[in-house]
Nanobody, 124 residues
């Protein structure tokens, strides 16, 4: 059983930066592909970023490329999402997820474990 806990959300001004963290427990962290998803009110949950077992491969949705960076520290059982040049449209609940698949996936249903989410609000 894997447990994921997100932290680091909050209220920031447009153009600002914030880093989200996801702490994992109850499993072998390095054996999981990790991803970040987000869900805004009235919208479907969408893929934001993903990272491979070793951290050697990363993937992003087009709207965050060049602004967001996903990384992981397997020694700390933690995955991060560094968010720069934030925009009001980034406002959402952000979820951390883990998958036992070999490759990074962009579909929420393909992830086995989920955190409870952390709120990000970006003011204009």
């Amino acid at each position: 059983q894997v447990q994921l806990v997100e932290s680091g959300g909050g209220l920031v001004q447009a153009g600002g930066s914030l880093r989200l963290s996801c702490a994992a427990s109850g499993g072998t962290f390095s054996n999981y592909v990790m991803g970040w998803f987000r869900q805004a009110p009235g919208k479907e949950r969408e893929f934001v970023a993903g990272i491979s077992w070793s951290g050697g491969s990363t993937y992003y949705r087009d709207s965050v490329k060049g602004r967001f960076t996903i990384s992981r520290d397997n020694a700390k059982n933690t995955v991060y999402l560094q968010m720069n040049r934030l925009k009001p449209e980034d406002t959402a609940v952000y979820f951390c997820a883990a998958s036992s698949d070999l490759v990074v996936r962009r579909i929420p249903m393909l992830y086995n474990y989920w955190g409870q989410g952390t709120q990000l609000t970006v003011s204009s």
